[in-house]
């Protein structure tokens, strides 16, 4: 008899995919607001009650699904690490849809509505299946679900030019799907093996003894590139700001703070479970992750100050983001990996905080210009100190949680001897405060800040709950990041 | 194809035989020399006179997904058809900049 908490990831997935087919057929669109809010609480509240059950043992356990054993059945795997994820994910899903609700409101057709949290559902329930599934087709499977959930919640604001960002999205996505399934059949082709646990027993042998390095290499390759165009690091990233710029803001939150970090979950999972970190590092792949990484600090922070629309430019800082993960991952030590996993949390509670304050400002004025926000400060106050907040959290100023996560990053770069990356984050930090502190200075102090009303436009509190309990999270794991990092820690000892 | 074109149908296009070739690929790699489909025949449990069943359940499962995501392609190709009055990519920045800039002014 298996424990009861064994069977939480599968009925999380299971039970927000029901909740997708179930919407359409509900008639009232309040009802499925309700519901699918109310699924992602309690889906996160289960993944954060198994994350406390697995902590005291740092257990970890796979969960057979079917009726065919390892080899060839399907597998879930479940540790402290991946249902930790799990209720991040959650909790940053439902604040972003509550704080996204007013622009959801206006922006989508009402026959769309429905079928918008359909969409979100599907999408939960695929990257909470890439977090938790130990085989690889399945992970396939579900980022193709995950890319088509995508594309609909950019597209279904149907102003602006959503269309022509989804197409871009489109074609750079689907490449990078070609690529991932073509690593996955040669990776099938050289082991035999989709389970992950299989897969990394043969490809230690396979590296040990020499034979199939090349088509090895090539799987590893193909991979590592579908996943870079799948979460935006840089030189692939111009999807991104152009979809989350135009998207509905509750859409951009959840593609920018969350889709991305799902496939780079994804990827920390390939490495360590399925190719083996060694191999990774002695085919040269680590390396090149650090090069792309540095690139992405420095060229993202370089295009967000170019940006003078708002969402925009945080997209562009969403890109310089994703380079410090990748950075941390490339440096392969388990500091490193602490840093990077540290970082996904940060990034997805910060960026998606960012779009929906933004969100709300930009419907509060009518633009979405950042020059045109220059009165901002005074006449929203309470929205502009949490966006104020966030930008200092992305900073990385003391007390927030941005300020540990740069931390983890100099500590992981001191470890491993490597200066370059020590020299990009300084250079990184100053371009980020360079381009989040003019538009907030301005705001807050120039002619037309003294000139503007006071408190004329501030969000009522229903409104922005949201945003305040995103806002104080960052505060509360900024302040109390000791014990969240020795959990991060203790989820991740199961990579190793 | 997928990349280069600037017409959305070629793209799609592009995309399918992209996906066709990794499928095929896929299902070459599970055929088993003079072996038959994987249905147990005349009481023969040896697996080495069927073909391996594993690549072309994964090849259906990916036909699938490909014919779902090419469905979705071509619903977003006739609201752009709808909207811009052409499916070239080009075309279709080109007026939606002028859209923007007009209203600007």
């Known amino acids: 008899m298996l424990p009861w908490y064994y069977n939480i990831p599968l009925f999380n997935i299971l039970g927000v995919l029901a909740m997708a087919i179930l919407s359409p057929l509900i008639k009232e669109r309040k009802t499925v607001r309700y519901l699918t809010c109310l699924l992602f609480a309690v889906s996160g509240i289960f993944s954060l009650i198994l994350t406390f059950i697995l902590l005291p ?33 959650a909790f940053v899903m439902l604040l ?16 769309i509505a429905q079928y918008y949290y359909m969409m979100l559902d599907v999408l939960f329930a695929s990257m909470l299946a890439i977090i938790f599934t130990n085989d690889i087709f399945t992970a396939y499977v579900f980022v193709e679900i995950n890319t088509v959930g995508a594309f609909f919640i950019v597209m279904a604001k149907e102003k602006d030019d959503t269309y022509l960002a989804t197409v871009h999205y489109f074609v750079m996505s689907m490449l990078a799907s070609g690529l991932i399934l073509l690593s996955i059949a040669v990776l099938y082709t050289i082991t035999g093996h989709l389970n992950m646990q299989y897969l990394f027993d043969s490809i230690k042998l ?39 710029s135009s998207a509905t803001s509750a859409s951009s939150a959840i593609l920018s703070g969350l889709i991305t970090k799902g496939y780079i979950i994804l990827l920390i999972k390939m490495y360590y479970r399925v190719y083996g970190i060694d191999t990774i590092k002695s085919l040269g792949i680590t390396a090149l992750l650090v090069i792309f990484g540095i690139i992405a600090m420095i060229g993202g922070s370089l295009s967000a100050i170019r940006q003078t629309d708002i969402k925009k430019m945080i997209a562009c800082s969403s890109v310089s983001q994703i380079g410090y993960i990748y950075v941390g991952i490339g440096l392969a030590t388990p500091l490193g990996l602490l840093a990077a996993v540290y970082h996904i949390i940060v ?67 001191i470890d491993s ?37 006071r408190w004329a436009d501030q969000a009522p509190l229903a409104e922005i709950w949201p945003h305040a309990v995103l806002t104080a999270l960052i505060v509360l794991f900024g302040l109390f990041s000791g014990q969240l990092t020795s959990l991060i820690q203790t989820g991740l000892m199961n990579f190793f | 194809m997928l990349l280069l074109s600037r017409n959305m149908i070629k793209k799609i296009i592009g995309m399918n035989i992209l996906d066709s070739a990794v499928y095929l690929f896929l299902i070459v790699q599970g055929y088993v020399q003079g072996g038959v489909e994987p249905i147990i025949r005349d009481g023969i449990t040896d697996a080495s006179y069927y073909v391996n069943p594993v690549p072309s359940a994964l090849v259906l499962t990916g036909i699938v997904v490909s014919v779902s995501v090419t469905a979705f392609a071509l619903a977003l190709t006739q609201r752009l058809y709808k909207k811009y009055g052409t499916v070239n990519i080009d075309e279709m920045t080109y007026i939606a900049r002028n859209e923007k800039n007009g209203g600007q002014k």
């Open chain 1, 96 to 111: 972003s849809v509550l704080g996204g609700m007013k622009d959801l409101k206006i922006d989508l057709e009402k026959k």
């Open chain 1, 347 to 413: 990034h997805a509670l910060t960026k998606a905080d960012m779009f929906i304050i933004a969100g709300n400002i930009v419907s509060r004025s009518s633009t979405r210009d950042l020059r045109a926000l220059n009165d901002v400060g005074p006449r929203m106050p309470v929205t502009m100190g949490m966006f104020i907040v966030c930008a200092l959290s992305m900073v990385g100023i003391p007390l927030l949680m941005g300020f540990n996560s740069k931390w983890n990053f100099a500590a992981a770069s």
């Open chain 1, 206 to 244: 396979l590296y040990a003894s020499g034979a199939y390095r090349l088509p090895l290499m090539v799987s590893a390759g193909l991979m590592t590139v579908g996943l870079f165009v799948k979460s935006a690091l840089f030189p692939f990233h111009s999807w991104l700001p152009k979809a989350s």
């Open chain 1, 57 to 89: 043992e740092n257990e970890s356990f796979v969960y057979s699904v079917g009726f065919f054993p390892a080899p060839w059945g399907n597998e879930l795997r479940c540790g402290v690490f991946e249902a930790f994820m799990a209720a991040v994910f």
């Open chain 1, 417 to 453: 001897g490597n200066i370059a990356i020590i020299i990009a984050l300084v250079v990184s930090t100053l371009l980020n405060a360079f381009y989040y502190f003019p538009p907030i200075i301005r705001g807050c102090f120039s002619k037309q800040a003294r000139d503007a009303k």
